[in-house]
Nanobody, 125 residues
């Protein structure tokens, strides 16, 4: 399975962007799909995840500003980012796995088997 991310760009603080990530297999409907981000010089960190049933998980730093969603077929995940801050600047990666994850594990980089190529989000002050 290949993941293709899109939607990044340059935006001023307070602005919005919408990221999308599509799986190459149309029938691919994994238990969880997630977004992570990696800023220069920092480790990849969890942003948000969504289960097949629609349950969502967010890092505290994005709660109330970001919204994750999946399409009906389950093979595409979106991330609506509002009220963006300069500290949101990073490369954003979508990730997924065929395995069923425990809720305590959705934020761990190491549990994901498939990653998109990353899309740059830059927020200017």
């Amino acid at each position: 399975v290949q993941l293709q991310a899109s939607g990044g760009g340059l935006v001023q603080a307070g602005g919005s962007l919408r990221l999308s990530c599509a799986a190459s297999e149309r029938t691919f409907n994994p238990p969880h799909m997630s977004w992570f981000r990696q800023a220069p010089g920092k480790e990849r960190e969890f942003v948000a995840a969504i289960s097949r049933s629609g349950y969502t998980y967010y890092d505290d730093s994005v709660k109330g500003r970001f919204a994750i969603s999946r399409d009906y077929a389950g093979n595409m995940v979106n991330l609506q980012m509002n009220s963006l801050k300069p500290e949101d600047t990073a490369i954003y990666y979508c990730g997924t796995t065929r395995r069923l994850l425990d809720p305590s594990g959705v934020a761990l980089v190491g549990v994901y088997d498939y990653w998109g190529q990353g899309t740059q989000v830059t927020v200017s002050s």
